[in-house]
T-cell receptor, first 109, second 119 residues
Framework: GQNIDQPTEMTATEGAIVQINCTYQ??????LFWYQQHAGEAPTFLSY??LDGLEEKGRFSSFLSRSKGYSYLLLKELQMKDSASYLC??????????WGAGTKLIIKP | GAVVSQHPSRVICKSGTSVKIECRSL??????MFWYRQFPKKSLMLMAT?????????EQGVEKDKFLINHASLTLSTLTVTSAHPEDSSFYIC???????????????FGPGTRLTVL
């Protein structure tokens, strides 16, 4: 079966760094997305990885290791507004997007 | 760029009535649009994928006759929940992508969602 695992919830302190992990077992791989979703709102696109390595975009970075079926989203200089759910999603060999359940990130002052 | 709108943002209706939700791509032509529903504290559940000018592809377990999808143009898709019941109450979200869904690089851009409450 297809499976994406993320921690259910994480807590971090304002100004700190947090890493949200995502592991996947899918039938094939054609890319991995990270989305941010604030409570009661629709998801917004954060990043896309298809090759191994680190993609940096401001305070957010995303890493991919295809051989390990692993990705992480790194958030630096955390702000209160970063409190949200972070969804990992993988495109499989049929170009179907498989969604993780999301990680709820709680930022404390 | 890549703005997707949804209307209405919130709707309350009586059981047995039908509700239409519109999804529009405002600044790009969306060859493919997706409809999701999301229950509280749960992840997105894909309901159907629609390509402009063709019939929607529904996910297993989603009733085609209950959730009618029309994708008449490259900028508009509609979802009609027919004979709505309380168990249909949910957050319905559409997304749109530039291409035909055949590339793993197709980023989906989401509308703001529609919260449906059926009394």
């Amino acid at each position: 079966g297809q499976n994406i695992d993320q921690p259910t919830e994480m807590t971090a302190t304002e100004g700190a760094i947090v890493q949200i992990n995502c592991t996947y077992q899918t039938s094939g791989f054609n890319g991995l997305f990270w989305y941010q979703q604030h409570a009661g709102e629709a998801p917004t696109f954060l990043s896309y990885n298809v090759l191994d390595g680190l993609e940096e975009k401001g305070r957010f970075s995303s890493f991919l290791s295809r051989s390990k079926g692993y990705s992480y989203l790194l958030l630096k200089e955390l702000q209160m507004k970063d409190s949200a759910s972070y969804l990992c999603a993988v495109t499989d060999s049929n170009y179907q997007l498989i969604w993780g359940a999301g990680t709820k990130l709680i930022i404390k002052p | 760029g890549a703005v997707v709108s949804q209307h209405p943002s919130r709707v309350i209706c009586k059981s047995g009535t039908s509700v239409k939700i519109e999804c529009r791509s405002l600044d790009f032509q969306a060859t493919t649009m997706f409809w999701y529903r999301q229950f509280p504290k749960k992840s997105l559940m894909l309901m159907a994928t629609s390509n402009e000018g063709s019939k929607a592809t529904y996910e297993q377990g989603v009733e085609k006759d209950k959730f009618l999808i029309n994708h008449a143009s490259l900028t508009l898709s509609t979802l009609t929940v027919t004979s709505a019941h309380p168990e249909d109450s949910s957050f319905y979200i559409c997304s749109a992508s530039f291409a035909a869904g055949t590339s793993g690089m197709d980023t989906q851009y989401f509308g703001p969602g529609t919260r449906l409450t059926v009394l």
